[in-house]
Structure formats: structure tokens, C-alpha cells
């Protein structure tokens, strides 16, 4: 199963200086978003941002984890990306500019999103 994580670290949503996933400060805040069973397809949950994953600049990075079936214990794969909010009028977010990165030198020891 393809599990789709988004993470926040800090930064101020409605600042136009993006700060890079590498940053140190981690907020801490995270979520599964849910699961597919298709790699695709939850890529493209994530490029899309279908169904508002990123909660309206809540989340700045999402992690899809492949994770095969029964008791969990580690994670086969992942991809990463990072979202910048693209602003419209009034600061107001009116989409995102998804990109695949490689994993944040931040997270290096860390797998299991979808677990905790």
C-alpha cells in the first residue's frame, strides 16, 4: 500500500520567501492522509493536491510511503515532495507548486509517517 503523509515544517504560509525543507525548525505537526493501492495514483493525490491535502498552507511537505501488508515494521519506499503556496489576491493561497525533492537531510534517520 502506498500510504500519502503530509508534514508541516515553519515557515509563515503568507511569507513569499520559501524556506527549503532542510530547514531546521520542525513544528512537529503531521498526518496520514490515507492510502492507496497504486503508486500513480497517490502520486498524483499529492501533485494535485486533490481533496485539499495540504490544508490550505497547514502542510508544506508530503511523503509517500510504500509499506507492505501485515505488521508494519519498516518502509519499503519513498518519495517526497515539497509544496509552495502560490498567492493570489489579498494573500490568499489559490494553488500549489508541487515538486518532488529528495528526503530533507532533516528527516534522514525517520520513516513511518504513516504509523504514528
Given at each position: 500500500?502506498?500510504?500519502?503523509?503530509?508534514?508541516?515544517?515553519?515557515?509563515?504560509?503568507?511569507?513569499?520567501?520559501?524556506?527549503?525543507?532542510?530547514?531546521?525548525?520542525?513544528?512537529?505537526?503531521?498526518?496520514?492522509?490515507?492510502?492507496?493501492?497504486?503508486?500513480?495514483?497517490?502520486?498524483?493525490?499529492v501533485l494535485e493536491n486533490k481533496s485539499?491535502?495540504?490544508?490550505?498552507?497547514?502542510?508544506?511537505?508530503?511523503?509517500?510511503?510504500?509499506?507492505?501488508?501485515?505488521?508494519?515494521?519498516?518502509?519499503?519506499?519513498?518519495?517526497?515532495?515539497?509544496?509552495?503556496?502560490?498567492?493570489?489576491?489579498?494573500?490568499?493561497?489559490?494553488?500549489?507548486?508541487?515538486?518532488?525533492?529528495?528526503?530533507?537531510?532533516?528527516f534522514t534517520n525517520i520513516i513511518g509517517?504513516?504509523l504514528d
Amino acid at each position: 500500500m502506498f500510504f500519502i503523509n503530509v508534514i508541516h515544517l515553519k515557515w509563515h504560509k503568507f511569507d513569499m520567501e520559501w524556506n527549503p525543507p532542510d530547514h531546521d525548525d520542525l513544528s512537529g505537526d503531521s498526518t496520514c492522509w490515507g492510502y492507496v493501492s497504486d503508486f500513480e495514483l497517490a502520486k498524483k493525490i499529492v501533485l494535485e493536491n486533490k481533496s485539499d491535502i495540504f490544508e490550505n498552507g497547514s502542510y508544506n511537505l508530503a511523503v509517500i510511503e510504500e509499506i507492505g501488508e501485515g505488521i508494519p515494521s519498516t518502509v519499503d519506499n519513498e518519495t517526497w515532495f515539497s509544496a509552495k503556496p502560490i498567492l493570489g489576491g489579498r494573500n490568499h493561497i489559490i494553488a500549489y507548486d508541487v515538486e518532488e525533492i529528495d528526503k530533507p537531510k532533516r528527516f534522514t534517520n525517520i520513516i513511518g509517517w504513516s504509523l504514528d
